[in-house]
C-alpha cells in the first residue's frame, strides 16, 4: 500500500472520530496490550511491542494500555501498516535524559486517549543526543488526535511541548504544557475541538501551526479552555487563524492572536500582548504597507484585547460585523499606532465596538461613515485609567465605559448610534449591569461631567488617516 493511500485511510478514519464527538476514554475492546512500565523497563502482556532495555517500540495498529513509571527511557511508534495506533495512557510517567519520551516516527495515525481518572507525564531532555527528529517531548511524524477525560503534563526542557508534524487535534483532557520554545504545534493544522489547555513557554509560542503552504498553517479553535502564557506569539497561524467558540485566556504574550487571515465567529476572548493583541500579518510586507491577503474579521463572540502597541493590527482589511469587541491600544504611543489600526480599511458593519487609546484609529483611509455607525470623540487632555466615558443622546446613555488604561481618544460603534447625528460626550458618573471589558450594559451621567458637545458620528479627526 502507497503512502499516499495509507494517509488516504487514515484521514477518512480520522474524519469519522472527529463526526462521532470527544474521545470518552478507553477503548471497548481489550487493547492489543498492556505495557506496564518498571522504572527501568517494562513488562507486557500482548502483542506487537518489542522491549529493549528502556527502550519499548509498538510495531503495529492497535491499542495499546500504557501505565507505570519509566525513569530514563522511551515509548517509540514505528509502523509501516496501515491503520491507526491508540496509545491508552493510564498513570504513566515517561523521562528521558536523552531524547524525546514519547514519539512516532511512522504510522498512519496515531490517537492518544488519556484515560479517566488518570494522571499522565512527559519529561523530556534539556539535551537531545539525536539530530533533528524527535524534536518535542510528544512528538508524531503522523496525524495524531489526544482525547480522554484524564490529565496530561508535558515538562519539554529541549524545545517544543506536543508536536504533529501532519494535523494534530485536541479532543478533550487536561493537557498542561511548559515548554522552551513552542508549547503545541501542528505543522500542517491544529485543530482544538474541546478541553482544558494550559501553555507556557520562555522562548517561544503557545499554540500555532506553521506550515506555510496554502491550505495548512491553519489554527481551528471550536470550543475548550486555553490558558496561555508565552514569551513570543500566544495562538498563531501562519496562514489562518479560525476562533469560532472555547474560552481563550492569553494573559502574557508578544502577540496574542495571530495570522495571516484571522476570523473570530464566536467564544470568549481575553488576550494581553506587549505589541499587538490581535495581528494580521503578511510577510515581506513594509510597515504600514497594505497586504491584499490579511484581514481581521469579527463576526461573533467577545474580544477584549490590551495590546502594549494596537489593540487590532491589520496588514489589511479589519472589519466588525458582529459580537462584542473591547480594544485597549496603547496609552503612550500614538499617530501610527491605535486602538485600531489597519493599513487599508477599517469597516464597521454590526456588533459592538469600544476602542482606546493615545489613538483611537490609526487608519490610512477614511472609516466609511456608511454602515453601522460610530463615533470617535477626541479628547483635549489624557484621562487616567478607570476613568467612566458616557455616550449621550440627550438624556439618554447611549453607552458606558471605564477604561483599564490611560486614553486621549475613544471609538464606539454599536446599532446605538446614527452616523451624521450629534452626541454628547461625559466623564464621570456611575457605571452597571454586565461588564465586558469595560464596556457596561448600564451607565448613569448623575454627577458626570460634560466635556464634549454635538459630536458628529461617522466623522473623525485623529491618528494618521491618509484618503
Given at each position: 500500500?502507497?503512502?499516499?493511500?495509507?494517509?488516504?485511510?487514515?484521514?477518512?478514519?480520522?474524519?469519522?472520530?472527529?463526526?462521532?464527538?470527544?474521545?470518552?476514554?478507553?477503548?471497548?475492546?481489550?487493547?492489543?496490550?498492556?505495557?506496564?512500565?518498571?522504572?527501568?523497563?517494562?513488562?507486557?502482556?500482548?502483542?506487537?511491542v518489542t522491549v529493549s532495555g528502556s527502550a519499548i517500540t509498538i510495531t503495529?495498529?492497535?491499542?495499546?494500555?500504557?501505565?507505570?513509571?519509566?525513569?530514563?527511557?522511551?515509548?517509540?511508534?514505528?509502523?509501516?501498516?496501515?491503520?491507526?495506533?491508540?496509545?491508552?495512557?493510564?498513570?504513566?510517567?515517561?523521562?528521558?535524559?536523552?531524547?524525546?519520551?514519547?514519539?512516532?516516527?511512522?504510522?498512519?495515525?496515531?490517537?492518544?486517549?488519556?484515560?479517566?481518572?488518570?494522571?499522565?507525564?512527559?519529561?523530556?531532555?534539556?539535551?537531545?543526543?539525536?539530530?533533528?527528529?524527535?524534536?518535542?517531548?510528544?512528538?508524531?511524524?503522523?496525524?495524531?488526535?489526544?482525547?480522554?477525560?484524564?490529565?496530561?503534563?508535558?515538562?519539554?526542557?529541549?524545545?517544543?511541548?506536543?508536536?504533529?508534524?501532519?494535523?494534530?487535534?485536541?479532543?478533550?483532557?487536561?493537557?498542561?504544557?511548559?515548554?522552551?520554545?513552542?508549547?503545541?504545534?501542528?505543522?500542517?493544522?491544529?485543530?482544538?475541538?474541546?478541553?482544558?489547555?494550559?501553555?507556557?513557554?520562555?522562548?517561544?509560542?503557545?499554540?500555532?501551526?506553521?506550515?506555510?503552504?496554502?491550505?495548512?498553517?491553519?489554527?481551528?479553535?471550536?470550543?475548550?479552555?486555553?490558558?496561555?502564557?508565552?514569551?513570543?506569539?500566544?495562538?498563531?497561524?501562519?496562514?489562518?487563524?479560525?476562533?469560532?467558540?472555547?474560552?481563550?485566556?492569553?494573559?502574557?504574550?508578544?502577540?496574542?492572536?495571530?495570522?495571516?487571515?484571522?476570523?473570530?465567529?464566536?467564544?470568549?476572548?481575553?488576550?494581553?500582548?506587549?505589541?499587538?493583541?490581535?495581528?494580521?500579518?503578511?510577510?515581506?510586507?513594509?510597515?504600514?504597507?497594505?497586504?491584499?491577503?490579511?484581514?481581521?474579521?469579527?463576526?461573533?463572540?467577545?474580544?477584549?484585547?490590551?495590546?502594549?502597541?494596537?489593540?487590532?493590527?491589520?496588514?489589511?482589511?479589519?472589519?466588525?460585523?458582529?459580537?462584542?469587541?473591547?480594544?485597549?491600544?496603547?496609552?503612550?504611543?500614538?499617530?501610527?499606532?491605535?486602538?485600531l489600526d489597519t493599513d487599508a480599511t477599517l469597516t464597521f458593519t454590526g456588533?459592538?465596538?469600544?476602542?482606546?487609546?493615545?489613538?483611537?484609529?490609526?487608519?490610512?483611509?477614511?472609516?466609511?461613515?456608511?454602515?453601522?455607525?460610530?463615533?470617535?470623540?477626541?479628547?483635549?487632555?489624557?484621562?487616567?485609567?478607570?476613568?467612566?466615558?458616557?455616550?449621550?443622546?440627550?438624556?439618554?446613555?447611549?453607552?458606558?465605559?471605564?477604561?483599564?488604561?490611560?486614553?486621549?481618544?475613544?471609538?464606539?460603534?454599536?446599532?446605538?448610534?446614527?452616523?451624521?447625528?450629534?452626541?454628547?460626550?461625559?466623564?464621570?458618573?456611575s457605571v452597571s449591569g454586565t461588564n465586558v471589558g469595560g464596556l457596561y450594559?448600564?451607565?448613569?451621567?448623575?454627577?458626570?461631567?460634560?466635556?464634549?458637545?454635538?459630536?458628529?458620528?461617522?466623522?473623525?479627526?485623529?491618528?494618521?488617516?491618509?484618503?
Amino acid at each position: 500500500m502507497t503512502s499516499t493511500t495509507r494517509r488516504t485511510a487514515a484521514l477518512a478514519g480520522l474524519t469519522a472520530t472527529l463526526l462521532a464527538g470527544p474521545l470518552a476514554g478507553a477503548a471497548v475492546a481489550a487493547p492489543t496490550a498492556t505495557i506496564t512500565l518498571t522504572g527501568s523497563g517494562a513488562s507486557v502482556s500482548g502483542s506487537n511491542v518489542t522491549v529493549s532495555g528502556s527502550a519499548i517500540t509498538i510495531t503495529a495498529p492497535g491499542s495499546y494500555q500504557i501505565s507505570g513509571t519509566l525513569n530514563n527511557g522511551y515509548v517509540k511508534v514505528d509502523t509501516a501498516a496501515a491503520g491507526t495506533v491508540e496509545l491508552i495512557l493510564s498513570g504513566a510517567s515517561i523521562t528521558n535524559s536523552a531524547s524525546s519520551p514519547l514519539y512516532v516516527t511512522d504510522a498512519d495515525a496515531v490517537t492518544v486517549t488519556l484515560a479517566a481518572g488518570t494522571t499522565n507525564r512527559l519529561t523530556d531532555a534539556t539535551t537531545y543526543t539525536n539530530a533533528g527528529e524527535p524534536d518535542a517531548a510528544l512528538f508524531s511524524a503522523a496525524d495524531l488526535t489526544i482525547g480522554g477525560t484524564g490529565s496530561l503534563t508535558v515538562q519539554a526542557r529541549y524545545q517544543d511541548g506536543i508536536v504533529s508534524k501532519d494535523d494534530l487535534v485536541i479532543q478533550s483532557g487536561t493537557i498542561t504544557v511548559n515548554a522552551v520554545d513552542d508549547a503545541i504545534r501542528g505543522k500542517d493544522s491544529l485543530t482544538v475541538n474541546g478541553g482544558t489547555i494550559i501553555v507556557t513557554s520562555t522562548g517561544g509560542d503557545g499554540l500555532k501551526s506553521n506550515d506555510t503552504e496554502a491550505g495548512k498553517g491553519v489554527v481551528n479553535i471550536t470550543n475548550g479552555t486555553i490558558s496561555v502564557s508565552v514569551a513570543d506569539d500566544g495562538i498563531k497561524g501562519e496562514n489562518a487563524l479560525n476562533i469560532s467558540g472555547g474560552t481563550i485566556n492569553v494573559t502574557r504574550s508578544y502577540e496574542a492572536l495571530e495570522a495571516l487571515k484571522l476570523t473570530i465567529s464566536g467564544g470568549n476572548s481575553t488576550v494581553v500582548a506587549s505589541d499587538d493583541a490581535v495581528n494580521a500579518a503578511e510577510e515581506g510586507l513594509g510597515h504600514m504597507e497594505p497586504s491584499p491577503n490579511a484581514f481581521i474579521r469579527v463576526t461573533g463572540g467577545t474580544v477584549v484585547a490590551t495590546g502594549g502597541t494596537d489593540g487590532f493590527d491589520s496588514n489589511g482589511e479589519l472589519t466588525f460585523a458582529g459580537g462584542t469587541v473591547v480594544a485597549n491600544g496603547s496609552s503612550t504611543r500614538g499617530g501610527g499606532e491605535g486602538a485600531l489600526d489597519t493599513d487599508a480599511t477599517l469597516t464597521f458593519t454590526g456588533g459592538t465596538v469600544v476602542g482606546a487609546g493615545l489613538t483611537s484609529m490609526a487608519v490610512f483611509k477614511a472609516v466609511p461613515n456608511t454602515g453601522q455607525g460610530w463615533v470617535a470623540p477626541r479628547f483635549s487632555t489624557t484621562y487616567a485609567a478607570n476613568t467612566i466615558v458616557h455616550v449621550v443622546s440627550g438624556s439618554t446613555v447611549l453607552a458606558s465605559f471605564r477604561a483599564s488604561k490611560s486614553f486621549r481618544e475613544v471609538v464606539i460603534s454599536s446599532n446605538r448610534i446614527t452616523n451624521g447625528q450629534r452626541y454628547d460626550v461625559y466623564t464621570g458618573g456611575s457605571v452597571s449591569g454586565t461588564n465586558v471589558g469595560g464596556l457596561y450594559t448600564g451607565g448613569s451621567i448623575s454627577g458626570a461631567t460634560r466635556v464634549l458637545t454635538g459630536v458628529t458620528a461617522g466623522q473623525y479627526s485623529g491618528g494618521i488617516i491618509r484618503p
